[in-house]
Structures are given as C-alpha cells and as structure tokens.
C-alpha cells in the first residue's frame, strides 16, 4: 500500500489525512510508516507557510477524538520533528496532563511524557524544561540541578518509594538528588538498579538524530551567521565536533544566558546581564557570543579563549599529528579560528605559536589557503625579525618552480599588505610610540611584496591569471596609498619601473591597460595632493628625483599611446621604457620590413595598438553611424586604422570630417562608456589639453 503521506503534499491533502485519523479510516501501522516515510522528506512550502504539521498532530492527540490508543500509540512514536522543537508545543502538552474529561488518558499522557523526554536534545529552547520543573517534579528526572533539590520535594519522593516501592522513575530521580545531597537521601532508598539518565528508547533517537542532521544539511543552517540566537548544530554533530557548543550553567534570576536570548532587541536589552557560557572558546563558530565578546571586549574572556587553544595546539605538537599531514580536528580548529579572525582581526598567542611551530615541518600544500589566510592576520612586527622567523619559512614553503604557486603567495602578500593598511589606518591620534617602527615595516613588506610581483612577470611565461594577480596586488597598493593625502602614517610607495613596463609589453590585454593607466592615474593625483598640502604631522617628503622617476612612467605610456613618440628621450623625465639606445634601429628595421610597414614611433599608438586597434576602428564606425542618422551624406568610410593623414583623405574623399584630436578623444569616450575608463583616466590628468575633459570614470 502507497504511504499515506508525501513529501509533495499540499497543505489541503495533509489536513484530508488528519481527517481520515480522525474518523478512523486509516490503521495504527499504515499511518506510523507513513508518518516516518513523511518525516524524511521535505516539507512543502504550503503547509510550512500555514502550519507545521508537528502542531497539528499534537493537536489531535491532545485535544478530544475518537482514535484508538493503538492509533494515537503510532502517532506519538511516528513524531519525528526534522527541525528544532518550539517551546510552543511542551506548553501544548503541559497543558493537556492532569484529570478531567478534555484531558487524554493516562497512557497518552504518559506516552506524550515520554516524547519530550526523546526531543529533549533538540529543543529550541532547552531551558523550557527548568522553567517547568514544577509540573514535571514527579515525571521527569534529566533536568535537575541543584536549585531545584528542595527539601519538601525530597520528602515527597522518600514517601511515594515508601509507598510505591523501588519503581523505576522514583529510583532514578532520588540517584539525581542524592549526587546533591547525599547526607539527606540515605538508606536503601535510592538503591535500584534504574540510571537516572538511561534514554527510554535509543533506537528511535539514532534516528531522530539521523532525520535532524539530514535537515541541517539541507537547509544550510551554517551559513544563517546573522541569527541572534545560539547555533545548535545537531546532537550528532555536537557530540563529534571539537569546539564545544555554547552552554552556560552558573546563573541566577537576575542574569541571563545566551541560550534566553531569542532576538536582536532582546540581545541589546540584557547585554549588561548577561552571564558568559563555561567555554568561551565557543566563540570560535557561535555568532551570538561573537557579537557579545566583540562588544563586551575584556582581557580575561580573550586569555580564556588563548588558554583553550594552547591547550589544544600543546595536545597535537606534542602527539606528532602536523610531521606531515594535518590532522582532521586540527584542520577543524583551524578553519574555526580563521572565521573568528575575521571579525576580531588579531591573532591570538596562541595561534602565532603554534603556527611559528608548524611552518617548518609543513609542505606549503596541505591546507594551504586555510594556513595563508591565517597568517594573514599577523601584527605589524619589526619587519627583520619577521622576515627571518616567518615569511622566509612560507616563501620556502609555498614556492616550488610553479608559476601558481608563486601567484598564490602573491596573492597571500595582497591580503597581508590589506590587513596592515586596516592597522596604520586605525591607529589612535596621536600616534602611540612606536608608530615609525610600524611605518618602517610596512614600508619594508611593500618593498618584499613588489619585488615578489616583479618575479613572477619575469621569471614565468606570462598568463592573464598571473597578470591579473600582480594588477590585483597594484590595485591594493595604490588603495593604501592614496590614503596619504589624509593619513600621516601613509606613505606613497611606488612600483618598480621593471614592473610597469612588463605589465604594458608582456600580454597588452585591454583590461591590462585599463587597469594599470588606472592605477598609474591614482598615484598622479595622490602624489599632487599629498605633496600641494600634506596631512597634519606628515614626516614624509617626496624627493624631486623619486617624483621624476615616476613621472617617466607617465610621460613613457603618453608617448606610447597618445602622443605616437615612442621611447623618445628627449622628454622631460621620459625613461624611454627602459630600453637601452642600441636596441631601437634594430627595432626600427625590424618593424619596416613588415609587410605593410610600422613606424616605431606610432606602433603602440591607440591605432596601432594590438588591444586598441579594434576598438579605434569601432570608434570611428560610430561617428560614421552617428553621422548617417543625423542625415548627414557619407560617400567613403574609413577601413582603418586611422592616421592623422587618413583622416584628411577621409573628409577631402567624402567620408565625415573629424580631426586627429577629436578622434583619439572620441575613442577614449567610447572605451569608457564600455567599462574601460583606465586609459582616459590617464590621459586626462595627464595631458594639459585634457585636463578637466569629462571621461566616463570606469576601469
């Protein structure tokens, strides 16, 4: 027979179900196993939206029917909450135990007991229990602490084991309040063989807990890192996992517990009461008691969390698990501390420890983004010390001859340089002592960084991956710099000349220019404004020669691209791309014997470029378009590429009449309103007559 229930169930043919329970149409059996069939599946959008089925199904053993008590047998033991229990349904059936006609019988009021003692590990709230110790004094025995071990209950439960012998529940209540107070309960009156914490039905638990985790898995509970409430992972992953969940025993009626907060405004009301969890290391995965610790910062909360991870990094050192392959749980703890730094950004003791331990014996390759992003977050150090104890030990580890592992580590250097640049910036004013040494050591990670990108453009075959990895660092560079025009403790570094040139030459992508006129860009306008009027308390100072050599960048990528002078010397500051005086007539020669021939000096041109040719000619093919709509007649189009001599053909021929400065304008209009705004970018804060000539700002 088909299981009455399913997972593609409409609300209305799950309410037509509980209908034929109801009147009895449906057997004890074939309802238990469809109810678990059910309970496995997804429940459907509609009925979660109305209501959960679990609410439902209490209501119908709760209130009055007419079912059997073989029937409402198969129903209790066929409740399998996939999800957390709300308190809401203890209280449904809190409120349906006792004497009277409304009431269910004395076997379903014990069999709905017997329930919330199986779902007591996935209660939403597990201090719903405690709240209702008065109700189940004399029913349950798994939730007793000491407040509750009162001596007119002690009392109560000699005279019932008096009266009613040793049963089994009374037994293993007096074991619990006898480990309280064992010179009251004495005798044989505890004496039995009943274990005060013995689950009634274990089978039936392996599978609520197999159904739970299923559903944890599913619906993604670890990303939901917003909620304002405790994370329970499943009882089964939380027996497993090394970092222990958030619990909190010591507490009294004026305080409260993170497991009682249930939302953001509850959170902001009790925060100055609330009492932190027995492990704080907790924090490392739980995002209520990150919020609380980042709020409520103290020193003893974070030598607590660093006591535990010693504790733990001593434990793995010391039983030889990270020789050569990092175990699973210290891979784990791992993974959990790095999500922690990202929110509080410094590295515990602890941590750097262990990792100064670990970097020689490791491969550079096992876990290697977990490792990098960790060290990511190391302080600004005398910059020597730390080059000599830490980053040679990674570059040795991570380097291997592969040009992906040299973009890796360069890539690790990025976010590095990053997180020292969100240091210097939120350093308190006035500067604290020791503020240069800092400003030193930056400058000397910038220095080891740049040298590192320069390495992989001249040491690899060149990629578009690798290229936009040594761009990605630039960009992070000049992000930092342009700080300096506001900051004191930033200072303008620039690239290596090498770098610029190789970045232009080596794989002259559109993006590639773009990006690198961009960031080229940004270093003119920090270098002017820092320089014109620079930060209060600015020690720094610009010599004339260091602002020269990198104005030849500039003055060499305008002679490239817009001014059709190539390499020229002549120029003021022009490095002439580095290139030796020898190498050009060889060059020269080289380029007039293709077939048609190049000029040198116009080669790079924004017409003759490899990366801009195309876009030039479609430029033009615009005009030509705008000019056609505009009714104007065009008798000869251009086929390109265009030349200051074409364009005079052009217009004398009957083609539309633009002049060479138009043009090269035009185009970096319509590179800009594609995205590629770089190069306009340069050129305009560049070049005197464009000063001020509005560009589309996009890279």
Not at 365 to 387: C, G, H, Q
Request: charged residues 20%; hydrophobic residues 40%; aromatic residues 8%.
């Amino acid at each position: 027979m088909p299981a009455i229930l399913s997972a593609g169930m409409s609300a209305a043919g799950f309410q037509g179900v509980v209908e034929l329970i109801q009147s009895e149409q449906v057997s004890a059996e074939e309802f238990e196993q469809s109810l678990q069939d059910f309970a496995v599946g997804k429940l459907p959008s509609e009925v979660e939206a109305q209501q959960h089925p679990l609410t439902t199904l209490l209501d119908v053993v709760t209130l009055p029917n007419h079912l059997d008590q073989a029937s409402i047998t198969a129903i209790i033991k066929g409740l399998y909450p996939s999800t957390k229990v709300p308190s809401a349904h203890i209280f449904t059936i809190v409120n349906a135990l006792g004497q009277g006609k409304q009431k269910p019988s004395p076997g379903t009021q014990n069999l709905l007991l017997r329930w919330i003692i199986m779902v007591q590990d996935v209660l939403d709230e597990p201090t719903v229990l405690t709240k209702l110790y008065n109700v189940f004094f004399n029913l349950l025995d798994m939730i007793s602490i000491r407040k509750h071990v009162k001596p007119f209950r002690i009392q109560m439960l000699l005279e019932l084991s008096r009266n009613f012998g040793n049963e089994p529940a009374l037994v293993g209540l007096l074991k619990v309040y006898k480990e309280y107070y064992p010179d009251v309960i004495v005798g044989q009156s505890a004496a039995g063989k009943s274990s005060p914490f013995e689950h009634p039905d274990p089978e039936w638990r392996g599978r609520l807990h197999v159904l739970q985790d299923a559903n944890v898995r599913a619906t993604d509970i670890y990303a939901n890192t917003t909620s304002f409430k405790v994370v329970r992972r499943g009882v089964k992953r939380a027996r497993t996992a090394i970092v222990p969940e958030v619990h909190t025993y010591l507490s009294d009626k004026l305080s409260t517990t993170l497991e009682d907060i249930n939302g953001v405004a509850h959170f902001i009301e009790k925060l100055d009461r609330i009492v932190l969890p027995n492990q704080l290391v907790s924090v490392l995965e739980d995002p209520l008691l990150r919020h609380y610790v980042m709020l409520k910062p103290n020193h003893a909360t974070q030598r607590r969390i660093d006591d535990w991870l010693s504790m733990f990094f001593d434990a793995q050192i010391s039983s030889k698990q990270i020789d050569s392959h990092m175990s699973k749980a210290l891979v784990e703890v791992l993974e959990k501390v790095l999500n922690y730094l990202r929110y509080s950004k410094l590295m515990p003791k602890s941590v750097s420890s262990f990792l100064l331990a670990f970097l020689p014996q490791w491969d550079g390759k096992d876990n290697r983004d977990t490792i990098l992003s960790l060290l990511v977050y190391l302080p600004i150090d005398a910059f020597e010390e730390l080059r000599q104890s830490i980053l040679e030990k990674i570059d040795f580890a991570v380097l291997d001859n592969t040009v992906e592992s040299a973009a890796a580590l360069l890539e690790y250097y990025t976010s590095l340089v990053r997180h020292w640049t969100v240091i210097l910036l939120s350093l308190p004013d006035p500067h604290p002592p020791g503020v240069e040494q800092m400003i030193q050591s930056f400058a000397a990670l910038v220095d080891h960084s740049s040298l590192l990108s320069l390495s992989l453009l001249a040491s690899y075959t060149p990629t578009q991956s690798t290229i936009s990895t040594v761009l990605s660092y630039h960009e992070t560079l000049v992000h930092t710099i342009s700080y300096a025009v506001s900051h004191a403790q930033i200072r303008i570094l620039t690239p290596y000349a090498e770098t610029v040139y190789l970045l232009i030459f080596l794989n002259p992508t559109l993006s590639t220019l773009s990006r690198l006129c961009y960031i080229l860009a940004t270093y003119k306008r920090t270098f002017e404004a820092a320089m014109s009027k620079p930060p209060p308390g600015s020690r720094h100072e610009y010599p004339r020669g260091y602002v020269n050599h990198f104005n030849g960048f500039l003055m060499d990528i305008c002679n490239l691209l817009w001014r059709s002078r190539a390499f020229n010397r002549s120029d003021t500051n022009a490095l002439a791309c580095l290139l030796p005086p020898s190498i050009l007539p060889q060059i020269a020669a080289y380029l007039d014997m293709l077939t048609p021939p190049y000029a040198l000096q116009t080669v790079f041109s924004l017409s003759h470029n490899l990366s801009l040719s195309g876009p030039s000619t479609a430029a033009i093919r615009d005009l030509e378009e705008k000019a056609v709509t505009d009714g104007r007649v065009v008798r000869t189009r251009h086929i390109g590429p265009v030349t200051q001599r074409s364009l005079e053909a052009l217009a004398m021929d009957g083609g539309i009449k633009v002049s060479w400065a138009d043009y090269r304008l035009e185009v970096l209009r319509w590179l800009g309103e594609r995205g590629v705004g770089g190069i306009g970018d340069l050129m305009s804060c560049t070049m005197k007559q464009l000063m001020g000539t509005k560009m589309t700002a996009a890279r």
